[in-house]
């Protein structure tokens, strides 16, 4: 596995949204300060430390612990109309007619 890999060992148990939560881990671990309080990112090129990148990982930490609500049981699940013809994978589009055909060629 690579060092970037979500499914990190010291991940919380309260975790509930992982690949937020590892990504997030990942963002900070890029992001610490050096001695001079400065990022030692390359990507900040000086920026004071904490820098917006590692804010916003924070904010992504907490983000992946908040509990996600469950919809109600009896909550309806809303479907696109049915005379819709632009929705879901089957319509009675048919594609315009063409004067010349497209050509297919090699890459």
């Given at each position: 596995m690579s060092e970037a890999s979500t499914d990190r060992?010291?991940?919380?148990?309260?975790?509930?949204?992982?690949?937020l939560w590892g990504l997030s881990a990942a963002v900070a671990d890029a992001h610490q300060?050096?001695?001079d309080r400065?990022?030692?990112?390359?990507s900040c090129v000086g920026a004071a430390w904490?820098?917006?990148?590692?804010?916003n990982a924070q904010e992504g930490l907490r983000a992946a612990r908040v509990p996600r609500p469950a919809p109600p049981a009896d909550a309806p699940i809303a479907e696109p109309p049915r005379d819709d013809p632009?929705?879901?994978?089957?319509t009675d589009l048919v594609p315009a007619h063409r004067?010349?055909?497209?050509?297919?060629?090699?890459a």
């Open positions: 060992a010291d991940r919380p148990a309260e975790v509930t949204d992982p690949l300060p050096d001695d400065i990022c030692v990112s390359p904490p820098c917006a990148a590692w804010n632009l929705t879901g994978w089957s004067a010349k055909p497209l050509a297919v060629t090699a």
